[in-house]
Each structure stands twice: as C-alpha cells, then as structure tokens.
C-alpha cells in the first residue's frame, strides 16, 4: 500500500517542478527577447560579460540563502555581512600584504557572522527574522568601523583575480560559481546533512523525534552562508579593485526575491537549487535590462519591490494550494 501512494506524490511533485522550470525558461526567454528588442547591446558579448560578472555574488548568496529558506529560516543579514567580510579581508590584506591571509580573513569574518546567526537561530531557538535583522545592522556597523566609513582601493592582482578577470568575454568567476553550484547541490541532495536540511524545514520537532538534530543543522547551514558571504566578498572587490562599506546593500532582499522565484517555500521544506539558479538569472536579466534601456534608478528600486511583492504573493497562494 505504501508504494501506490508514494509514487503519485513523487510524480505530481516533480510535475510541478518542471512546470514552475518550464515557466522560468520561458520568462527568461521572454525577458531576453524583448530587452533586446528595446537595446540591440543586450546580447553584444560585452553586455553578456557584465550581466554574468553582475550576478555571480548574487549566484553564491542565492545558493546559501536557499540553504536558510529550505529549513523554514531567512538571513537579512548577507548583504551587510559581504560588506564586513571584504573589509576584514581588505585590511588583512593591506597590512600583511598577503592574498591569502585576506582570503582566509574574508571567508573566516563571514562564517563568524553566520555562526552567530546559526547559535542564537538554531540553538536559542529565537526568531531567523529578529536575529539577523540584528546581525544585518551589526555587520553593517562593523564594516563602517573597518572602513572609516570610506573605501579601500586593492591593486594586489591575486586578490583581484577572481573578481576582475575575463576569459575573452567570460569572466573566471562565471566557472567558479559553477562549481560551487556543482558542490553544493552533492551536498543538498547526496549526504546526511542535505536530507537534515529538508527535514529542518519541514517540521523541526519531528525531526528531533527521529533523532535528527536540526538545532545543530541550523547553525551549520547559517556557517555556510556566512562562508559563502565572505567568498562573495573576494569577488566583490575584484570587481570594483577596492573594498566598500556600502557594498551589498539591499542584496538579502535581491536573493530572497531570486530564491523564491525560483520555487523555494518560505515555510521551508520544499526547493531545489536549479530553481534557484533560474531565478537569479531572470531576476538578473531584469535587472540588467532595465540599466541598459535608462530606466530611471528610483523607478528600478520600484519594479524590484514589485517583484518581491508579487514572488511572495505567488508563494502564499501556492501553499496554500498545496493545502
């Protein structure tokens, strides 16, 4: 009896997932057509080089910020912690005159952040909302501290590399995130700790039932968040060849719009990092395209409010579908 009933569960589950691809190739396809209707540079290999390197960082903290949404949590505060984490790499780097001491100090300022998130989330069991809205102003406040509240130029060419460097037209950081996206999906979807994850999401206390321990989950998965923050970081400054206390502002709510987007519940449990691949990439091409065609900045901020609005709006009705 089990088995007839699982697998049409399976079935319509993955019928929905390849609707909801289904639909997010066809925007981005539509989305494409028509920005390059309105620019013919929309598909120049130049344009295509800047929209990629744009939506790299976008890509990691997308990735990670699935992670967090998958068990029913969220992080306001990668933005802020981008900024933190390339100052302390900045200054690592500046006063040893060691890239790899400033990699190391990047990525280890912003698992920091994240352990913080994941002790008083996943341990305190205090709300994802509240602490990271405390971290997203805490990192942010650090960052200014580090900084002086101005930037940094970088001109070390280590550092630099994998943000700033292009393949002919495709930037080294567009294989990169690639093969983080290849990392993580074995992570998600081939180990333990990837099937605690969903199982976070789903129902936390259950999961403890079974003899999971999600508390401990959630501290790692908001570590790794952090770890992907400070990689973010590095190719930040690479790409503008200095380090700045206001980078990544508003780019938790440009990852939670691409997540969601891309089919990930806010209620946690239910995702898929592919979804979230495409929807940083038709939230990119919008982006993008509104920048090439003038659209005015303050009207830019607008549509993205409408975006998130109506992701969300599409996600509350899908939930409450499933029902």
């Given at each position: 009896?089990?088995?007839?009933?699982?697998?049409?569960?399976?079935?319509?589950?993955?019928?929905?997932?390849?609707?909801?691809?289904?639909?997010?190739?066809?925007?981005?396809?539509?989305?494409?057509?028509?920005?390059?209707?309105?620019?013919?540079?929309?598909?120049?290999?130049?344009?295509?080089?800047?929209?990629?390197?744009?939506?790299?960082?976008?890509?990691?903290?997308?990735?990670?910020?699935?992670?967090?949404?998958?068990?029913?949590?969220?992080?306001?505060?990668?933005?802020?912690?981008?900024?933190?984490?390339?100052?302390?790499?900045?200054?690592?780097?500046?006063?040893?005159?060691?890239?790899?001491?400033?990699?190391?100090a990047?990525?280890?300022?912003g698992?920091?952040?994240?352990?913080?998130?994941?002790?008083?989330?996943?341990?305190?069991?205090?709300?994802?909302?509240?602490?990271?809205?405390?971290?997203?102003?805490?990192?942010?406040?650090?960052?200014?501290?580090?900084?002086?509240?101005?930037?940094?130029?970088?001109?070390?060419?280590?550092?630099?590399?994998?943000?700033?460097?292009?393949?002919?037209?495709?930037?080294?950081?567009?294989?990169?995130?690639?093969?983080?996206?290849?990392?993580?999906?074995?992570?998600?979807?081939?180990?333990?700790?990837?099937?605690?994850?969903?199982?976070?999401?789903?129902?936390?206390?259950?999961?403890?039932?079974?003899?999971?321990?999600?508390?401990?989950?959630?501290?790692?998965?908001?570590?790794?968040?952090?770890?992907?923050?400070?990689?973010?970081?590095?190719?930040?400054?690479?790409?503008?060849?200095?380090?700045?206390?206001?980078?990544?502002?508003?780019?938790?709510?440009?990852?939670?719009?691409?997540?969601?987007?891309?089919?990930?519940?806010?209620?946690?449990?239910?995702g898929?990092?592919?979804?979230?691949?495409?929807?940083?990439?038709?939230?990119?091409?919008?982006?993008?395209?509104l920048?090439?065609t003038?659209?005015?900045?303050?009207?830019?901020?607008?549509?993205?409010?409408?975006?998130l609005?109506?992701?969300?709006?599409?996600?509350?009705?899908?939930?409450?579908?499933?029902?």
């Amino acid at each position: 009896m089990p088995s007839t009933t699982q697998a049409p569960k399976l079935s319509l589950s993955l019928d929905g997932l390849m609707l909801r691809y289904a639909v997010l190739v066809g925007l981005i396809i539509i989305a494409s057509v028509g920005f390059s209707l309105a620019n013919d540079n929309f598909y120049s290999l130049t344009n295509l080089g800047i929209l990629l390197r744009s939506i790299s960082v976008l890509f990691l903290v997308s990735m990670g910020m699935t992670f967090v949404m998958l068990t029913g949590g969220i992080d306001l505060s990668v933005g802020s912690n981008v900024a933190f984490s390339g100052g302390v790499g900045v200054v690592t780097l500046t006063s040893t005159g060691s890239a790899t001491l400033g990699f190391i100090a990047a990525v280890l300022a912003g698992m920091a952040i994240g352990w913080v998130n994941g002790f008083f989330v996943g341990r305190l069991r205090l709300s994802a909302f509240m602490v990271t809205l405390a971290t997203f102003a805490l990192a942010r406040g650090l960052a200014l501290v580090i900084y002086g509240a101005d930037s940094i130029n970088v001109d070390n060419a280590t550092f630099l590399w994998l943000g700033g460097t292009s393949w002919g037209n495709m930037p080294v950081v567009i294989p990169f995130v690639a093969a983080v996206f290849v990392g993580l999906s074995v992570l998600l979807y081939k180990t333990v700790f990837g099937r605690d994850v969903y199982a976070s999401g789903s129902n936390f206390n259950t999961a403890f039932v079974l003899g999971r321990r999600p508390d401990q989950t959630l501290v790692w998965v908001y570590v790794l968040t952090g770890f992907l923050a400070g990689l973010s970081a590095i190719i930040t400054v690479g790409r503008v060849s200095s380090g700045q206390p206001w980078t990544g502002l508003y780019l938790e709510f440009d990852a939670i719009t691409a997540v969601i987007l891309g089919g990930t519940a806010l209620a946690g449990g239910r995702g898929r990092l592919m979804g979230t691949i495409l929807g940083v990439l038709l939230y990119g091409i919008i982006i993008n395209g509104l920048v090439l065609t003038g659209t005015n900045p303050f009207l830019q901020s607008l549509i993205k409010g409408l975006i998130l609005l109506g992701v969300v709006l599409l996600d509350a009705f899908t939930q409450k579908g499933r029902n």
